[in-house]
């Protein structure tokens, strides 16, 4: 079946540092979504990519989509303690509304 | 984003009862939403995708018999974990699709079967 790889598993770094998760999938997928979830908490919809090579940002956060449309990644610029929690992504499985998550990654941002 | 609401947030039970969880779309109709369960530190893994008005659809692996889903309406989804045992302690949670596919997820419920 599909299966969708993020590394790293974990990342700590320091408040100011840039921060990226990368995001694998073993099949071509028609989007791929970002989920954050805060410790103790509920994934909370970020974004969705659509289209080959499709950039986006939202404010310190950079979302790509790879041109083979298989993989992905999140970029964070400047590290805030409010980043931390466990980065997905999750693209379309079968039919169009379901989801697969990936593996996520874990940040852990400190002062 | 969407308003998913979920209940009860917390539930510990004993071997052998059932436990029922509902899950609500508040601000808008879902015609699908879905049931997951995510272990401590781990991803989400689906359970089964709840459709309004039809059977629901389980992943391979989970026993339809055990986790009863109802979608009783375009709102309303609920998960009862039947016979619960120890093992079925975990965090629960549910998630509506809106028209672009973007999934709104409740707060999740922690069960803990003693």
């Known amino acids: 079946g599909q299966q969708v790889m993020q590394i790293p598993q974990y990342q700590h770094v320091q408040e100011g540092e840039d921060f990226t998760t990368y995001c694998n999938s073993s099949?071509?997928?028609?989007?791929i979504q970002w989920y954050k979830q805060r410790p103790g908490g509920h994934p909370v919809f970020l974004i969705q990519?659509?289209?080959?090579?499709e950039v986006k940002k939202q404010k310190r956060l950079t979302f790509q989509f790879g041109e083979a449309k298989k993989n992905s990644s999140l970029h964070i610029t400047a590290t805030q303690t409010t980043d931390v929690g466990t980065y997905f992504c999750?693209?379309?499985?079968?039919?169009?509304?379901?989801?697969?998550f990936g593996t996520g990654t874990r940040l852990q941002v400190t002062l | 984003g969407a308003v998913v609401s979920q209940h009860p947030s917390r539930v510990i039970c004993k071997s052998g009862t059932s436990v029922k969880i509902e899950c609500r779309s508040l601000?808008?109709?879902?015609?699908?939403m879905f049931w997951y369960r995510q272990f401590p530190k781990q991803s989400l893994m689906l359970m089964a995708t709840?459709?309004?008005?039809?059977?629901?659809?389980?992943e391979q692996g989970v026993e339809k018999d055990k986790f009863l889903i109802n979608h009783a309406s375009l709102t309303l989804s609920t998960l009862t974990v039947t016979s619960a045992h120890p093992e079925d302690s975990s965090f629960y949670i549910c998630?509506?699709?809106?028209?672009?596919?973007?999934?709104?997820f409740g707060p999740g419920t922690r069960l803990t079967v003693t």
């Open positions: 998630s509506a699709s809106n028209q672009f596919n973007e999934q709104y």
């Open positions: 099949t071509t997928l028609s989007n």
């Open positions: 990519l659509v289209k080959s090579g």
């Open positions: 999750a693209g379309p499985t079968g039919t169009a509304s379901k989801l697969t």
């Open positions: 601000d808008f109709q879902a015609t699908t």
């Open positions: 709840s459709n309004e008005g039809s059977k629901a659809t389980y």
